[in-house]
């Protein structure tokens, strides 16, 4: 393998994920027949662990997919409160209980807001610091979604490099099969016109 080739695996995207080796010239990756398989096979292995990683990035994102909007819808709501005078009147609100069933309630203007932290914890916060922490996780949130989305193009991207590079090896050595089989051809038909003569 040349030194360009190997400069060329070294680089990674800003998440750390390895560009797959572009294949310009078959040569530069198989010196002789006898190397085909091994390169196609490690081809065929960098082609697997790239899936393996869009698949995670995939089930990551269907996530965050889910979670941005619960984020914003929150935010919506602590906003909505933040608004609200102390001498103003209880507000009627429906709230989801299950994905059937719902409940009403009297909403009473506050200062502060209780939220859900995960693993069936809730904390009270004041209002004004609930806005800033779910401002900074609809931030992280949309931001980590940005990056699996730029994550799958790219991925994608290297798949196809990589299936494109293991046809051109592939090809390669059909037409080199090709190029030792007609060379024997000849010798044993050169052979076979001297014989007569001879």
């Not at 080739?5 to 797959?20: C, E, H, L, M």
């Not at 091994?38 to 994102?61: D, H, V």
């Not at 102390?86 to 059937?100: G, K, M």
């Not at 922490?133 to 992280?140: N, V, Y």
Request: hydrophobic share 35%; proline share 5%.
């Amino acid at each position: 393998m040349s030194s360009k080739a190997q400069g060329k695996d070294a680089q990674t995207n800003p998440r750390g994920i390895p560009y797959a080796p572009f294949v310009d010239k078959v040569e530069d990756y198989v010196s002789s027949r006898a190397e085909v398989d091994g390169t196609m096979k490690s081809f065929q292995e960098m082609i697997s662990k790239y899936q393996f990683m869009e698949a995670n990035t995939q089930r990551r994102k269907a996530g965050l997919d889910e979670k941005v909007p619960d984020i914003q819808k929150t935010l919506d709501t602590v906003r909505f409160l933040k608004t609200r005078k102390p001498d103003s009147d209880a507000i009627e609100a429906t709230f989801e209980l299950n994905d059937t069933l719902y409940a009403k309630a009297l909403v009473p203007p506050t200062e502060e807001v209780y939220l859900w932290l995960g693993a069936n914890v809730m904390l009270a916060y004041p209002i004004v610091e609930a806005e800033t922490l779910l401002e900074g996780k609809l931030s992280g949130a949309q931001h980590t979604l940005e990056n699996c989305e730029e994550d799958l193009d790219f991925l994608r991207e290297q798949i196809t490099t990589l299936e494109v590079a293991t046809a051109r090896v592939y090809n390669w050595d059909v037409t080199m099969k090709r190029k030792e089989k007609a060379e024997s051809g000849e010798e044993v038909d050169g052979k076979k016109k001297r014989l007569p003569n001879g």
